[in-house]
């Protein structure tokens, strides 16, 4: 079994940043993709970054140039840097690890932006 616990979520003006963390424990396999996605009230969870062991990343369109993802395999922890937030980046964001043809999901980070 695999456990996700994500920190890092909280409250920030428009502009700012915020680094989210997720740390993995159990049963992980050296081979492994991790990620972060986020459901904002009333949609469907999506894409915003995947990383795999390798380092080989992977950004939806709304990310890219602003969030960095990044992983320590020595930790299995991924972390997503997020920097010139807006409002429609509000949304609970949730780590994923997916190996083995299985997903793993925490439990969710709320981020919050103010205009």
């Known amino acids: 079994q695999v456990q996700l616990v994500e920190s890092g979520g909280g409250l920030v003006q428009a502009g700012g940043s915020l680094r989210l963390s997720c740390a993995a424990s159990?049963?992980?396999?050296?081979?492994?993709?991790m990620g972060w996605y986020r459901q904002a009230p009333g949609n469907q969870r999506g894409l915003v970054a995947t990383?795999?062991?390798?380092?080989?990343?992977n950004y939806a369109d709304s990310g890219k140039g602003r969030f960095t993802i990044s992983r320590d395999n020595a930790k299995n922890a991924v972390y997503l840097q997020m920097n010139s937030l807006k409002p429609e980046d509000t949304a609970v964001y949730y780590c994923?690890?997916?190996?083995?043809?299985?997903?793993?999901w925490g439990q969710g980070t709320q981020v919050t932006v103010s205009s």
């Open positions: 994923k690890l997916g190996q083995l043809g299985r997903e793993y």
């Open positions: 159990g049963s992980i396999f050296r081979f492994n993709a």
């Open positions: 990383i795999t062991t390798d380092g080989t990343t």
